[in-house]
C-alpha cells in the first residue's frame, strides 16, 4: 500500500488538472475548515452533535445498526443470504442523541445513518457549509460511530468531506477488481457490490489474489476538514473512528447517461454464455461502438438522421435509446 497523494486547499489549479481531470484521486487538507461545524466539532464533539440535532427536520433517515461482536463491520451473515446488521429508521436527532448516550459503553453497537440527503434532514446546512468543488450535486450526511464499511465502489465521482471525527479510506484502482473478489451482484449490502476481503483482516488463504490488490492500495488518514476526490467506479474501504464522525459527501457525474452497471448484467445474460467463437465477435462489435478510441464516430460514414441510437450523445438520442430498449426487453 501506499499513501494517497494530498494537496492543500490552495492548489485549485493543481486539482483539477493533475487529478479531477485525469481521473486520479486525491486528499484536499483542510479544504473546509472554517466549516461552523468542523470548528465547533473540534471543541467538543457533543456540542456538535447537538447542533446538528437542533436543526434535523425529523424526516426519517435510514439507519444501519450492526451489535458489538461485529465490531464495526457491516457485511454478509455467514450464508451471505442474510447481513450481520438491521435496519431502522428514524430522524437524525434520535441518533445524535444516541451516540452521546453509548459512547462511554466499552462495547457500543456500531451504528451509523448513510446517505441521507442534506437538503431534506437538516435544511439551511447545505447554505451555512458550502463546498465549492461542484456545482450541481446532492449533499448527502452520513452520521454515526466507529464503523467499517465494506470495500465498495459508485457509478458517478464522488467527492466527501470529513465534517466531524476521523476516517481512513483505501482505495483500489478499477483495475484491481478481479482480485477483490467481488460479491454478489444483485444482493447487495446498501446499493453497489462489495468486495469479499476485509483489508484490516484479508483472509490471503481463501483470497490469494487479493495479494496483487492491496499492491495497487492507497489510503490516507482524513481529519475534520479535509476532503477526498474518488474517481468513478475507485473501490474504496472507510473506516470511521471515534464516540461520532460525520460526513458529507456530493456524488457528481458529468456523463450521467446512467446504465453502465446495468448494461454489464444484461451483458450476462445476453453474451457471457454464448460460444467462444461469438463472444469474440462480440468483442469486436463492443470494440467499435463502445470501447474503441473512435467508437464516438462508429455512425459518422451515415448521414445524420439515419444514425439513430450510434449517434453522438445528446437528449434525443439519448430518448431514442431509451425507447428501444424498452420495446426490445419487454418483446
Not at 489510503?219 to 473506516?239: F, M, N, S
Not at 448484467?265 to 470494440?287: S, T
Not at 467508437?295 to 453522438?312: K, M, N, T
Amino acid at each position: 500500500m501506499t499513501e494517497l497523494d494530498s494537496l492543500d486547499a490552495a492548489e485549485r489549479d493543481c486539482f483539477e488538472r493533475d487529478y479531477r481531470a485525469a481521473g486520479r484521486p486525491a486528499v484536499i487538507r483542510g479544504l473546509v475548515r472554517d466549516w461552523p461545524i468542523v470548528e465547533l466539532g473540534r471543541r467538543d464533539w457533543r456540542a456538535a452533535l447537538a447542533a446538528i440535532a437542533a436543526r434535523d427536520s425529523g424526516a426519517p433517515a435510514d439507519i444501519m445498526i450492526a451489535p458489538a461482536s461485529a465490531k464495526g463491520r457491516f457485511f454478509y451473515g455467514p450464508d451471505l443470504r442474510g447481513f450481520n446488521f438491521q435496519r431502522d429508521r428514524g430522524p437524525l436527532a434520535r441518533l445524535a442523541q444516541h451516540l452521546v448516550e453509548i459512547a462511554d459503553r466499552a462495547e457500543p453497537v456500531a451504528i451509523y445513518a448513510g446517505a441521507a440527503a442534506l437538503d431534506v434532514h437538516l435544511p439551511g446546512f447545505a447554505a451555512e457549509h458550502p463546498f465549492s468543488l461542484v456545482e450541481s450535486a446532492t449533499a448527502r450526511v452520513w452520521l454515526g460511530n466507529a464503523t467499517e464499511v465494506a470495500t465498495h465502489f459508485d457509478l458517478s465521482d464522488n467527492f466527501a468531506v470529513v465534517a466531524l471525527g476521523r476516517r481512513r479510506f483505501t482505495l483500489f484502482p478499477p483495475g484491481a477488481t478481479a482480485d477483490l473478489y467481488v460479491g454478489p451482484l444483485n444482493h447487495t449490502l446498501a446499493g453497489q457490490p462489495v468486495s469479499m476481503v476485509d483489508p484490516l483482516a484479508p483472509d490471503r488463504q481463501r483470497y490469494p489474489r487479493y495479494a496483487r490488490a492491496e499492491a495497487q492500495a492507497q489510503t490516507a488518514d482524513l481529519e475534520p476538514g479535509d476532503a477526498i476526490y474518488i474517481p468513478a467506479l475507485w473501490w474504496h474501504h472507510v473506516q470511521a473512528t471515534g464516540p461520532a464522525n460525520m460526513l458529507v459527501n456530493y456524488w457528481h457525474n458529468d456523463a450521467a447517461h446512467g446504465g453502465g452497471f446495468t448494461a454489464l448484467v444484461h451483458a450476462l445474460l445476453a453474451i457471457r454464455d454464448l460460444p467462444p467463437a461469438q463472444r469474440e465477435g462480440w468483442r469486436a462489435w463492443f470494440d467499435h461502438f463502445v470501447f474503441g478510441a473512435e467508437a464516438a464516430d462508429a455512425a459518422a460514414h451515415l448521414p445524420p438522421p439515419a444514425r439513430g441510437v450510434a449517434g453522438p450523445a445528446g437528449p434525443e438520442r439519448d430518448e431514442m435509446i431509451r425507447r428501444y430498449l424498452l420495446t426490445v426487453l419487454s418483446s
